[in-house]
């Protein structure tokens, strides 16, 4: 079957735009994780989705962060007035786990192949 | 906090030798722990887990045992191949307030280069 899919793959914005990041879950994965990924390190959580409800924003790194989840399915990350220390690899990872679940910590996140924003 | 530290790379093997990438982790109570890789142009992927104290993941020829007693989760393999090639990822889940759904923490990655 299908995996998490990411749209655009690549993409370059001068400073000051707004760009918008879509992620494509797993066909009825109930969680949603978005991360950020600096050149030669390792991702960093951003936030979390159970279905459409934004259970966890912590690690969005300012308010121009925003991200959506309205149906439950289809993720949007926007960032606006993109400045250069944005520039990164955005992860989006899916999986069947909700935040109650017994599985909770040793269940599998399926990550899609990553947006790669570069701000110039 | 929770975290992961991984050893420094770059990592560079010749075919069919043994590799070792070590990770230690901080964490509260006994998480779960995992190894993800990223092959070239591909998205992370699990590569084995596990679950509790002792416990042995395997996947791919590649092993790693979590050992609580040295807070470690090293990551293995007997013979590599060129197609190993990767960037090796040592994660855990990280407690949130005590509702753990499972976000991620994970160390800086290794790069990993056999060559024939």
């Known amino acids: 079957g299908a995996g998490v899919s990411q749209s655009p793959r690549y993409k370059v914005a001068k400073r000051g735009q707004d760009v918008a990041l879509r992620c494509d879950p797993i066909?009825?994965?109930?969680?949603l994780f978005w991360y950020q990924q600096a050149l030669g390190q390792g991702p960093e959580f951003l936030t979390y989705?159970?279905?459409?409800?934004?259970?966890?924003k912590s690690g969005l790194p300012s308010d121009r962060f925003f991200a959506e989840r309205p149906e439950g399915s289809v993720s949007t990350l926007k960032i606006q007035r993109t400045q250069q220390e944005d520039s990164a690899v955005y992860l989006c990872?899916?999986?069947?786990?909700?935040?109650?679940?017994?599985?909770?910590?040793?269940?599998?996140?399926?990550f899609g192949p990553g947006t790669r924003l570069t701000v110039l | 906090g929770d975290s992961v530290t991984q050893m420094e790379g770059p990592v560079t093997l010749s075919e069919e030798a043994f590799l070792t990438i070590n990770c230690t982790y901080t964490a509260t109570g006994y998480p779960s722990l995992f190894w993800y890789v990223q092959y070239p142009g591909e998205g992370l992927q699990l590569l084995l887990k596990a679950t509790k104290a002792d416990d042995k993941g395997s996947n791919k020829g590649f092993e790693a045992t979590y050992r609580k007693e040295t807070t470690s989760f090293h990551l293995e393999k007997g013979s590599v191949q060129v197609s190993d090639s990767a960037v090796y990822f040592c994660?855990?889940?990280?407690?949130?307030?005590?509702?753990?759904?499972?976000?991620?923490?994970f160390g800086q990655g290794t790069i990993l280069t056999v060559h024939p």
């Open positions: 066909s009825g994965h109930v969680s």
């Open positions: 990872a899916s999986s069947l786990l909700n935040w109650r679940g017994r599985l909770a910590g040793s269940n599998e996140q399926f």
């Open positions: 989705f159970q279905n459409e409800a934004q259970l966890d």
């Open positions: 994660a855990l889940p990280r407690d949130a307030g005590g509702t753990s759904y499972g976000k991620l923490t």
